[in-house]
């Protein structure tokens, strides 16, 4: 980028909040998981009118601009891959409004997840959408990337709470989308085409949140299976029998295996799969809910259930589950993680899919998370080796291929972003990916908000 | 203009008997349940797949003729009005629930399919549609507007059962968005952008819809007030206190006077509130019942009848269903202009008494899912009468405005149409030309439901 040009955007936004040396601009060339090039410069914006007014700079001089949070995206969505300027928002991080009226959060986007949960809690308010990453990721990166986690199944996904936006259009405009109100259909639903849109369509710079009140109560509930037909048919009954937990978590013979090594739970030999259930609700009905969940599993003949009320105990019982995720490095040192959805009824036939593939390939693979929405992480332990990245690439093709075919997605939560992105056309027939492209193009003429994301090149 | 030939060819596209240019069918479809003036579609078609009406499309966009959807035209803002003839496109035909995947709570649905059917079949497989307009309204006529109803307070709007559509683009491409997944961040939200849009940017064909399980455990309330402020400031209190009833609507003592005299009840004809709690124990809702009860006497409730048993709840909820029908049977010579302004909750109040003004010297009625914030006033006169007519549009407008000045919206579910058109710029701003920029890409022609939402 031209010297002028980096001069012109350290007016904009200060000398104070702009990164111009090699070593700083390195820090922002990858995300968790992938491994992009460094951008040009990185600035740390205050206002949607220095967003916008670097957007007009880079639609002037053609550069690309990329929006991030926290960066903790597993799928490269805030890598830059040709250079460009990283916008950070770490200084646009307030909470800006509670209304305890209406439910309502006004917050910018770089205010991260667990604060405003934490901050919504002290009025008996609660924002539900929980990924794992939810004590690092920006409300901004969850918003972009629809992140969801565990409550998904009862509370829904980022989306489901988003009434509304400021967005900075790739061209400069700012504008608002969306209402305070609980509905309201005047024209296109542009609210939740931003949202998901990682970073693509537009710079999200205020968000209005949804709110609802804190349940007052919580159990969780442990069970073991043998087989995984065993726990999947305790998911399907469950949710059958009108009680909608606010999370089931899934792990796969696999991933117990994985978990008992580097963090015992003295869980007895030969399971095939792990829930792990959490009711929630009033005082009054939580005991019978969790009474009923724990019948149900023991009918489909759980060899082990545990149920508790108590936080500290509950800590305990999540450890498995909570720790895996980093567990999984004992095994081979590179991840490859996939994010797939099937709907419920197909887990079954996923899961032993994905088991028939670990025999066949000979290399780890593991599959845990959300039961009750039919996603499951699948995260494939490599060496670093040729041999091994060529097989899990052939895993990877045939994940996806079982997936569509099961009436599927490649992404619940985590995106497209740079790492999925060869693999979208799996999904969506050339007409779908065509209109999306339009899209895009409409928004973005010069192509220079987030380039090379979800669209393969 | 559509002329002979032409019907000749959209014979040979869906059968003879699956068009119509009678004059008696084509003013069927040439208005909806509101004033808007009726204009009268060329020919109405029947399809019977996504195929046939991918054919239609393409003939149609490549002669340049209009192309308008019709569920059944419950519509209360003139949304499926041809207004510049073309076909009408009636979804009757396709009408077929396609698969009920009980396990995944889904079900495949062609867009013709009526709800309250679909409803009744899922209830033998104890699955439930949440949204309820209370018309007769189509799936695809839902999604066109995206729906609410009595339910959406605590279930959500249409747009929120919407998982996968099939859609035939302007042009006559066939599209699947979305997929059968529980939550999917793979690519562009194509859903959402289709439903809500009126048919103005697609026609849908099909829809897998999320479904939820009948609940287990009911009950229900009326509660009356002396006043409608009563009744408002008791909305706000139930809502915010973390009570989450499954329906929460308001009757002004007009529209109670109305359902007495065409219904032949004997409620009290003052403001009236009408909660439904469901739930999974019943000492749960026992509980809730307490709380509401109080919330209700601190609001100098004068009557409250709870814990009333199935066939009362569902005469309650007939009686509000039948609100609008009543209202308009009692006016047989007047035509309704319906207002369906939304606001914050803590703004509740302020709104319904600042319509009930503005409305007095009207013949008029106040109703709505209080619980959404949303309230419907319906103005019963004359839109011959230029002068008279004059004074429900600016009541209107007036009420519109109010309800943006206190963050609300100027509709809550009935969509834009023409009804809405004027409204659209004041509430969205700059967002307004990324809508019609989108129009322009989708339908670069201008032929999909035209003379809507942009003036
Ligand atoms: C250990 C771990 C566990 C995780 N678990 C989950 C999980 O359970 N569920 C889940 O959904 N995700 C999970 N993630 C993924 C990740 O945390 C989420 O995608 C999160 O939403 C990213 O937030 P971020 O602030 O880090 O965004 P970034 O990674 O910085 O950016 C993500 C995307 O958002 C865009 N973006 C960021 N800010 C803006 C803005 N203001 N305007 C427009 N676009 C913007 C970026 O361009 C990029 O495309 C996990 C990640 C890790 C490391
Ligand atoms: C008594 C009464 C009560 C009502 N109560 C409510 C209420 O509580 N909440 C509420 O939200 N609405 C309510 N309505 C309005 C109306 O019933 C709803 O908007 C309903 O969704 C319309 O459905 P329909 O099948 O009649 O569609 P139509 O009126 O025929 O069409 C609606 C719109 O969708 C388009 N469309 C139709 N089919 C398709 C398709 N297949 N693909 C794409 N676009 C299509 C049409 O072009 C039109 O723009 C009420 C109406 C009445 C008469």
Redesign the interface.
Known sequence: MDAKIIDEIVQIVGKENALTALEHRKCYSYDARTDGVAPDMVVFPSSAEEVSQILILANRHVFPVIPRGQGTGLTGGSVPVNGGVVLVFTRMNKILEI??????AIVEPGAITFEIQEEVARY?LFYPPDPASYKYSSIGGNAA????GPN??KYG?T??YVLGLEVV?PTG?????G????????????T??F???EGT?GVITKIILKLI?LPEAKATILALFREVEEAAESV?AI??A??VPSAIEFMDKASIKCSEQANPMGFPEGLGGLLLIEVD??N??IQ??AKKVQKIILEKNAVQCTMTQDPKEADTLWKARRTLSQATYNLNPVKIAE?V?????KIPTLIRALEEMEKRFGIPILSFGHAG???FHVSIMIKDTPEDREKAEEAVKEIFTETIKL??????????GLS?AAY?GM???P???N??K???R??DPNNILNPGK?FAV | MIDIKNIQEIKIIVGDEWVSAGQSVRELHSHDESFHTPVLPDVVVWPHSTEEVSNIVKWAYEKDIPITPWGVGTSLEGNPIPVRNGISIDFQEMNKVLAIRQEDFQVDVQAGVVYKELNKTLGHHGLLFPPDPGAAATIGGMIGNNASGIRTVKYGATKDYVMRLTVVLPGGDVIHAGNRARKSSSGYNLCALFTGSEGTLGIVTEATLRLVGLPVNFMAVRAVFPTVLNATNTVFQVMSSGLSPSAMELLDGKVMEVLNRDRGYSLHEQPTLLMEFNGYSETGLREEMACVEEICQENACSFLDKGIGASERSRLWDMRHLTFESIKRSHTNLLPLIMDVAVPLSRYSEIVTFAREEVKDLVAYVFGHAGDGNVHVVVMDNPEDKGRWARVEEANRKIVLKALELEGTCTGEHGVGIGKRQFLEIEHGESLALMQRIKALLDPKDLMNPGKFFV
Not at chain 1, 179 to 190: E, I, N
């Open positions: 209304d305890t009226e209406n439910l309502i008996g990337e629809c992140a969801g998904s199944l996904v989306r489901d259009q405009e700012i504008i608002n989308t209402v305070k109100t609980m509905k309201g259909v005047v024209g296109y639903d542009l939740r085409l949202v998901g849109s369509l009140p399907s949710i059958a009108r009680i609700g009033d009054e009905s019978s809910q994010d959805v099937v709907p419920r009824s929405d039919g996603n009436g599927g997605t490649l992404s619940g939560e985590h995106g497209i999925k979208l999904e969506l027939s007409e779908v990916m209109t999306m339009k899209i895009k409409l928004f979800i």
